[in-house]
């Protein structure tokens, strides 16, 4: 992996909406330790086969050449991250290249309170823990584990490391979790976090997707002005997808807004899977197999050439197209039949990272 000294300084590439490449998700492994339902909510699935796993190293590779072309942000999730052995050694690979000013990691929090120390000390700038209740049977319920002990301790060790800047993300379900709103905000304060509420996505392999499950954007600002007053909205969210908003008492709180005010114009993000296929958008139906000419020892100039000319052809604007069939009437077209996903694993969440 180059130092800064030896590696090249960034060309910017934009794709065909003048939209920069600057941030990758990286999924590192497709497996989890638990089963939301509204992203695994099949009994059984399909996973990559081992051996097209990328190790670290491949992944770091990988990295650099998106680094060339200007990515500076990577966050590490899955599946469950935290699953993959000894994941500080890929932060500390991924550090070595100072072209990445931030490396980030979600994770569900079941294994957080084992690894939070070395993480941070391996040199990993924020966590996400996602957390959609505080009922522990509601937990299990949702997850269909019963871990929400361990992922609370797991939120009390980021405090107890150097993390100065944890979120707690939420995915926002009418009928579900609704009642949840402020609880979440108040536990979040005490935990110096700041809460995001997700607008559930009918995306991958979340099966069970409803529109009138969603809680929107305006339903969670109403009930949360009801409960605390007058609400008012940060300066513009940029390429971030949360719009940030603060409470009288000065409690700053996110919502991403992705199924009924999509973000696309400014989305700067793309998908690496586990195996190593790159997704331009989350809705994506195919992906670029990066793998094969990586496992080939492809010039490194080829790497970036394939990465930048994908770049350059993309066109994807995946939650604006929803919102279109929505508008028409057809947006439960937009799932995903169970044998296309058994087909095509990438095709779900939780191999592509959300
Ligand atoms: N397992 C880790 C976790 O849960 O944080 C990382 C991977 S998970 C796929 C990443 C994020 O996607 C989580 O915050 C999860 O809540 C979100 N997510 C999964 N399915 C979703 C859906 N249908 N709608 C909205 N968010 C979803
Ligand atoms: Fe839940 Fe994350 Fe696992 Fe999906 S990948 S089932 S969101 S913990
Ligand atoms: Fe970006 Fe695709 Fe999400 Fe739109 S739907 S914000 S283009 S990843």
Known sequence: MDELTESMAPVAVQDIYARPLKSLRLSVTDRCNLRCNYCMPEPEYVWLPREDILTFEEMATLVGYFADLGVDKVRLTGGEPLLRRDLARLVRLLRQDRRITEVALTTNGVLLSECAQELYEAGLDRVTVSLDTLRPERFRQLTGRDEFARVQEGIESVGKTGFTNLKLDTVAIRE?????????IEFARHYHAEVRFIEYMDVGGANEWQMDKVLSQDMILDALARR??????????????AQRFCLPDGTIFGIIPSTTTPFCAQCDRSRVTADGLWYLCLYAGSGVDLRKPLRMNERPER???????????????????????????????GLIEIDRLREDPHLEMHARGG
């Open 176 to 184: 579900f979790n609704e009642d949840e709103l402020s609880p979440l």
């Open 303 to 333: 790497m970036r050439e394939i990465i930048r000319s994908g770049w350059a052809a993309r066109r994807d604007r995946g939650a604006e197209q929803r919102k279109a069939l929505e508008r028409v009437g057809l947006r439960d077209r």
């Open 228 to 241: 605390y007053g007058r609400i008012t909205a940060l300066p513009d969210r940029g390429a971030a997808p």
